[in-house]
Each structure stands twice: as structure tokens, then as C-alpha cells.
């Protein structure tokens, strides 16, 4: 959600009041991560994170379009996100699909949101 430029990030225990606090904190300019999210995001700057097996074979661009098709987008929202021509975006599909061995792109995004749900980009 960083990365897709969110500017904050609580988990689903945050109690109702503190929440409004953040989105307040938000609207106002300011950043918000979570004490919890900031500990684990150190710890895996710090011990380095292991790309999983599976995306290894993966260029940076396919993951990233993989990781779009895990968000459910269409080939032409990707395109639009990437600045990128949809037959392009396709054609990557096309490709990370052969890769990963799958024949659906909804395969693909079950795969996506398992093991990118635990090594986050």
C-alpha cells in the first residue's frame, strides 16, 4: 500500500478512536505508519527479504504487473497505472503467465495475494 502511495498505514486492531486520529493526521499533510508495521518493515530492511521461489523468475516489471493483477485491475487500468500500452501489459501477463506456469490470470492473482500477502513488494 506504501509503494502504491498511500500515505498511512494502521492495522484492523486500531481502536475507533485512534483511527480518526490517523485519518485526521493524514488528511493534514502528515505521514502515519503503524508502531507494529514500522517494527516489522525494520526487521526486513534489516535481515534483507528473500524474493519467494516461486517469483524468481520474474523481471521487476512482470512483478509488478503481477502484483496489479493480484488487485484485481483489468490489463487497461495496469496500462494506465504503468504508463504503458495495454497491449504491452498483455503481452507481460502473457508472459509471467508461462513463467509461473498457470494458464489464467486468476490463478495468477491467487498466487500473488499467497505469497506476496507474506513478502510484500
Known amino acids: ?14 481502536r475507533g478512536t485512534d483511527l480518526v486520529d ?3 493526521r ?6 502515519l505508519l503503524d508502531p507494529a508495521v514500522t517494527q516489522r518493515v525494520l526487521e526486513r530492511i534489516r535481515n534483507g527479504v528473500e524474493q519467494p521461489r516461486e517469483l524468481a523468475s520474474l523481471t521487476d516489471q512482470e512483478r509488478r504487473i503481477l502484483e496489479f493483477v493480484a488487485e484485481g485491475l483489468t490489463n ?7 504508463f504503458l500500452a495495454e497491449k504491452t501489459v498483455k503481452n507481460y501477463v502473457s508472459s509471467l503467465l508461462a513463467k509461473l506456469g498457470l494458464e489464467r490470470r486468476t490463478q ?9 500477502g507474506e513478502h510484500p513488494h
Open 1 to 14: 500500500a506504501i509503494m502504491a502511495g498511500a500515505a498511512g498505514y494502521v492495522l484492523k486492531q486500531i
Open 22 to 24: 490517523a485519518v485526521r
Open 26 to 31: 493524514v488528511a493534514a499533510g502528515q505521514s
Open 76 to 82: 487497461r487500468e495496469i496500462a494506465g497505472r504503468m
Open 108 to 116: 495468477a492473482a491467487v498466487l500473488a495475494t499467497k505469497l506476496l
